[in-house]
Each structure stands twice: as C-alpha cells, then as structure tokens.
C-alpha cells in the first residue's frame, strides 16, 4: 500500500504531453497557445502570487508589473467597452454578471448554441433558462429575430448571444440583437469566448452592455484567465465593493486571476492585438480547408460560407470504417497522430470539430492529404 | 496617440520580477515558490488548455495526465477528508461552500482573525457574518470556546475557523472547535490556506466538515489554484450536477482550473507531502529568528511562543527611523532589498509580516544582521 502510494506519487511529476510539436487542429487550443512572450512571462512569474509583490490590496490596480493600465487603458480601447476587469475565464464572468443583475427565478433568455458553462453559470444563479431555438441540422443556425417575442414572453434580466458558438462556430447577427436588446431595454452579454482574439469584435458597434472573453481560448494565454467588458452604467453593480473591506470587489473575490496566466495574457497582447489584424486571412483559410473535406465527402455543418476557424464535420466514411476497425472510432485519433496531426477528440471518427486557426496552408494541406490516404487505406 | 499606446503595449511583454533570487520572506510567497519539477510543469502545460487532451468532459475525470487519481485518491489521503475537489483558490473554495449551504440573510460565524475573502465571499452570498471577537493587541488570541454562545444565539448555517489566520499566524484549537461544531450540529470549515501544505493538518481529525487550501499559497504551485476536501455527507450538496449536463458540476461552473497552475500543483506534490513532514524543524527556527529580532526591540505580535512560520512585528525603532527619512517607511524596503532580501510589503516600517518558511539558518542570520546593521546606520 505504501509502496503503491509512493508509485502513484512518482506519477505526478515529470508529465508529459503527448499532442506537444504535433499540427494543432484541436479547437479549443488553437487559440491559446504561446508566443515568446508568454513563454517567458510563464518563468519569470511562476512562482504561487508572484504579481503581488507590489501589491496595494487590489490585483487590478497593480502598477509593477502594469496591469492597472493592462486593464483600464488597453483592454477596454481593444473589447470597445468602457470598464474592463480580469476574470479565471468566460464562464465565471458570464457568471459574475448573472449574479449581480438576477435573482434566482428571474429568467435569462439564450442562444440554442450556448456553451454548457452558460448554461451552467444560470442554473447556479438559480435563473430559469429561455432558448432561442437554432435551425437543426445541418446549418444550426441562431436567428436573433427570435429574441424579440420570447424577451416580450418572458421578460428576461438579461440576454446572452454566444459569437460564434463552440459547437459549430456561427457567428448570428450580433449587431441585431444589440438593436433589439436597446428596443426592449435588456441587458446583453456577448460570449465572445471564440471571438476576442482572434477577430475583429466590438462591444459598442455590437451594442451589447457587456462582453466576455477567454484568454486560454483565444488570446495565447495560459489557462485559466478571462476578461470581462461592461458599459459604464454597470460598474456599480457587478464591480460593487465589500461594505467592509471598501477596496475590494465582491463579484471577484477581491482579487481573481493571482498569478502567471495573467502574465501571459499580457505578454501575448501585443501579439494577439497584431493578429487579430489577419483576420481576413483566416476565413478563406478555413473556407478552402472545408470546401477541400468536403470533396472527400465530409459534410460541414453550420454557417455557409463559413467565417470562423472553428469547423464542425459529419464524416459519414469515417464512420463506417470505425464499425469495422478494433480500434472503433479511435482508429481516426490514431491514424492523425502517426502523421503528426493532433485535432478531433480522441474516439470521435463520426462527427468531430477542426480549427484551422493556429496552422498554415501547407499544414492543412498536409493535413487534407492525410485524410485522403486514411480513407483509401480503409477503403 | 498611436505612438504611446505602442509604447505601452511594449511594456507588456519582457517584463521581469524585480525579487527574483532574493531571500524571500514574504508570507504570501514563501509557500509558493515552484521546485523542479512543478517548474517542468509549467513549460510542459504552459498552453491554453493542454491539460484538457484526453478530456472527456470533466477537468477532475481526466485519467491523463492523472488529475482523477490525484483528486480522489491522492488528496483525500492527504487532507483527511472523503471527497476532494480543485478550485481557483481557497476564497473560491469558501464561497462555493457558502453558496451551497447557506442563503441570503442566513448567518455565518467567524474568527474575528479571518481573511479578508471569507468576509467577502459571505457578502457575495448575502450572509450576515458574525465575528468572534479576538483578544486585541498584542496576541490577537481567537477562543475557540466563545463560538458555543454565538450559535446558540444566532443559530449560524456555517461556522469557519482560520488556521492559523494570516495577520499573526496564530493557531487556535481547531480541534475543539470540532467538538462544538458537533455539539451544535453546525457545519464546520477549516480555512488551512497557511497550513495545508506546509504542516500536517487533517481534516478528520479536527473534526471539520470542510477543509480548504491554497496551492499558490501553501504548496509550492503558480497561481492561482486551490483545493476543498469534505466529509462525503456534503458531496450531493457542494458538488451538485447540472440538471441538463448530468456530469457538470454547478459550484464548479464545469471545470475550475482548467490550465497549469493545477499541473505545478501535482507536479510539487510529491515535494510537498515530504516536506510537512519536516514541520517540527520550521517551528523552531521560526521561534529562534522571532527571539533573535525581539532582542533588537521589535515586539513579535500573535501566539507565543509561536507555532507558526507567519511572524508579524512591531518594530518601533524602525518606525522613528522612517518619520526621518525621505523616504519614510520606504526606506526599510531598500535597505533589505539591497542586501538581498525581501519580505516586508514596501513602505511598511512600523510593523510588518515575515515568514521564515522558505529561508534556512543561514540566511534568516543574514537577515537578523541585516537588520542590526540598518538600525545602527540610522542611530
């Protein structure tokens, strides 16, 4: 028993990744991996509350290293919001703002794509969950129109669209809804998750009153780290102080992101600001790898054409292969990583999600021909 | 415009911690600095969501790398709890339990030396908190005794003891404070964010029904990232499922730390179970420097002798010193930090935190000369 502890404990250290170095097609990593900067911001702020060293009380007020103007300078000229702070991610600023605007009972009305942290977030607020239903399959698609008569049914506290979703990468008219949620006078939450950094996104030209943001996710950060976007008005209440510790935000805890994902996040920034600028460059990237699957018989499902990297495919060859191989439908993880290709999750051959974001033409490329060579080696 | 706002943005990249490689002596550092392998870790899992691979949904299910055995085998054991989770921190860990126990207006009792987050996280639950009254300068002394009256008064949904709390590092009787949670049948948290991790401590044995611990803090991880053990009776109600996503837990939002600070975490684990047992030679020299610094005229505030490494003093010598100088309570700051220390928050003079954690004999002497030798400059 000791013996077997001490085993199991041995395991816990010298861990290794096994995707590391591969082409990375996996969605929710494609946009969150290091440059140089972060990369050396992760060493030199490794160490457990190592940004607090001039701390004052309040993590987004520290000056050394600069995250007071990180936060109140860059990051609201960047989301288009006026107030900003630092969230551990999406979900918990999705959830910061359903607790500080709703009481349990209130109603919130949503997009059918909703991630399942939106969802989540709501259920531990206690809210009762309106979807506006999406189209089915193939397309998915989210019409904002929608909104306007369930918001007159049900009188939300708030409305939240999903830009895009991470299911199928839509991008619904935001912009829309922003006009329709200031015709009703309801609060919007745009996750943009999938969005802030990686495209063009603007909370002011979207309208919407706030906008959440993952730095994991898309902003070549270490994980956990979010942002979150607010108009003015708003500040009072979901950046309300202790009534006795008059500095520090309630919602946050005090303080949320502690430590070196923060650091990383704002090293990657200038980056992240650059990259978001080629943004045109990465749609028909993603539209000439689809059109290419699609030639082998895969079918993209969402938008058409489609303006995200994140990518949704039935594979119905695929499929039929996984009856009949061992391995079932891990035969397709296994077969991509003997080429050095890392991207649906591991046991899905039917229906998996790409994301073309972090690689090149000739890797996608490469990545198009291995496909053709698993399934004539199949076939 | 354009010119300074890139200007700034440069800033945000290269940036270096001024402290590195000094004597640390910080209380919220000393317990966090990262050993080899926790450092391996970090460059290994520094991406965005790369502990997420072989996901299948659930951040504490993941069998590689090995977060599932770690939290439902190995920290149980090691907290003396029956079921564990991860959380971004020891505050998030107090307010998910709050928010599951408790109501708005429902009370809470406290030691009168808690942290600054559990007031705030019983105020984002709407709590009335009810403090028990320390004993006032110069021990700081929390009488574990005082709770008993003060639930029969105001029949609390949860009571929560600090230990030791992180102004004095006083350690009250945790364990009697057991028994009365059990008299009274109250629910019982143990905030440990300075003692798991440094000093053996056991749930069970104390007689909590909570434990919470701060791996950032007290276990050699980056920031930010905690931990809750429980008795299992608590699992259906902090650790509740979804009602739609049937494997989501709600307190969690899905998955916390979903990123490197809980692979550091692991990965210094095995450093750090070996290092609490060598607790019996931190109190010593803990109790050794604190005499040493009284022999120059500082009063050591909290429990003595004192059982912790978390030492705070009055030092009135140094506080004539700074209405002198230009610099004012500044000046200790610099005159330690060119010596290769740092410890005191700058601009603290009058009376100031140590933790003798991370240094040995040798350098706590330096810093004891060090101290000497700037009260004779100034006198």
């Known amino acids: 028993m000791e013996q077997k502890s001490s085993q199991s404990l041995g395991k816990l250290s010298g861990l290794r990744r096994e995707h590391k170095g591969l082409i990375n097609l996996m969605p929710l990593q494609t946009g969150g991996m290091l440059g140089e900067a972060a990369k050396e911001a992760l060493v030199e702020f490794g160490d ?3 940004v607090c060293d001039f701390c004052q009380g309040v993590l987004c007020d520290i000056s050394n290293p600069p995250i007071r103007n990180f936060v109140q300078r860059v990051l609201p000229l960047f989301l288009g919001c006026e107030v900003a702070t630092i969230t551990h991610g999406a979900r918990e600023a999705k959830f910061m703002v359903m607790h500080s605007l709703a009481k349990p009972g209130d109603a919130i009305l949503v997009d059918g794509n909703r991630h399942y942290t939106t969802f989540v977030a709501a259920e531990r607020v206690g809210l009762n969950i309106i979807e506006v239903p999406h189209s089915g399959h193939p397309e998915f698609r989210i019409d904002v129109n929608e909104y306007a008569a369930l918001i007159k049914q049900h009188a939300p506290k708030l409305i939240l669209l999903t830009y895009p979703d991470g299911s199928y990468g839509n991008l619904p008219d935001a912009r829309r809804l922003g006009e329709i949620a200031q ?17 063009p996104i603007n909370m002011e030209e979207m309208g919407a009153d706030f906008i959440v943001g993952s730095g994991h996710k898309s902003m070549a950060a270490a994980g956990p780290v979010g942002l979150l976007g607010m108009k003015k008005k708003w500040e009072q209440i979901v950046l309300r102080k202790s009534g006795r510790h008059r500095n520090k935000d309630i919602e946050l805890l005090g303080c949320t992101v502690r430590g070196v994902p923060l650091m990383t996040l704002m090293a990657s920034f200038p980056y992240v600001k650059e990259r978001v600028n080629h943004w045109d460059e990465q749609v028909p990237k993603a539209q000439w790898f689809s059109a290419e699957l699609e030639k082998l018989g895969f079918v993209q499902l969402g938008n058409k054409p489609h303006r995200h990297d994140l990518l949704h495919f039935d594979a119905p060859a695929l499929y039929e292969i996984s009856k009949q191989v061992r391995e079932r439908g891990y035969f397709l993880y296994k077969e991509l990583k003997e080429r050095g290709i890392w991207g649906p999750q591991p046991g899905l051959a039917r229906s998996f999600k790409l994301s073309t974001f972090a690689a090149d033409r000739q890797q996608l490329g490469f990545v198009i021909d291995s496909f053709k060579a698993i399934l004539k080696k199949y076939n």
Do not use: D, K
């Open 48 to 50: 457990g509350y190592s």
């Open 183 to 199: 015709e009703h006078n309801v609060p919007y939450i745009l996750n943009g998750a999938y969005a802030v950094g990686r495209m």
